[in-house]
T-cell receptor
Framework: DAGVIQSPRHEVTEMGQEVTLRCKPI?????LFWYRQTMMRGLELLIY????????DSGMPEDRFSAKMPNASFSTLKIQPSEPRDSAVYFC?????????????FGPGTRLLVL | GENVEQHPSTLSVQEGDSAVIKCTYS??????FPWYKQELGKGPQLIID?????GEKKDQRIAVTLNKTAKHFSLHITETQPEDSAVYFC???????????FGSGTRLQVQP
């Protein structure tokens, strides 16, 4: 099993540019989560999908952030326009429903730096 | 919503000693409590979890205890080794919810 795959692993961009982060969940998992990690705020849940449908996006900071899950094997998190305060590590995680559905498997993360 | 507090924020122990990390949660309906280990430059990885119907679970050098009455749970690592050095996160899942609430993390340093 390849695990959760995220790309790119590192992204450096200038303020105002559009940033797109990508995630491929583990095959068969039907829940997908986007988290942001910073020193100041720790691990924050941004949004999560169940069966490709956004269930809770209350953690999305503002309208500059958007997430999509067009199919069971792909999700994107987009920031437009990006700002320096968006610099963080963004993690994608997936889980399988059922008795152990709560177990979330994290990807390696995308380290974003907005200059 | 759920609130999870984790202590201490940093912990330094000598190799071979035990380490204990504690978390409290606010939602009495929470029923699943995982612990994650995050090494530098990597995503959090599940190391052990416990459900509300048991009080303790062990896996080799790692154990987790749960006190539902007091709403706290703890991670115990015995015979610590340098490779145990990492950031550890506790989390809680409310009944009927799918999103975990994470603690703020504990940076564990095992001195050789």
């Amino acid at each position: 099993d390849a695990g959760v795959i995220q790309s790119p692993r590192h992204e450096v961009t200038e303020m105002g540019q559009e940033v797109t982060l990508r995630c491929k969940p583990i095959s068969g998992h039907n829940s997908l989560f986007w988290y942001r990690q910073t020193m100041m705020r720790g691990l924050e849940l941004l949004i999560y999908f169940n069966n490709n449908v956004p269930i809770d996006d209350s953690g999305m900071p503002e309208d500059r952030f958007s997430a999509k899950m067009p199919n069971a094997s792909f999700s994107t998190l987009k920031i437009q326009p990006s700002e320096p305060r968006d610099s963080a590590v963004y993690f994608c995680a997936s889980s399988l429903p059922g008795a152990r559905g709560e177990t979330q498997y994290f990807g390696p993360g995308t380290r974003l730096l907005v200059l | 919503g759920e609130n999870v507090e984790q202590h201490p924020s940093t912990l330094s122990v000598q190799e071979g000693d035990s380490a204990v990390i504690k978390c409290t949660y606010s939602d009495s309906a929470s029923n699943y409590f995982p612990w994650y280990k995050q090494e530098l430059g990597k995503g959090p990885q599940l190391i052990i979890d416990i459900r509300s119907n048991v009080g303790e679970k062990k896996d080799q050098r790692i154990a987790v205890t749960l006190n539902k009455t007091a709403k706290h749970f703890s991670l115990h690592i015995t015979e610590t080794q340098p490779e145990d050095s990492a950031v550890y996160f506790c989390a809680a899942l409310g009944a009927g919810r799918r999103a975990l609430t994470f603690g703020s993390g504990t940076r564990l340093q095992v001195q050789p």
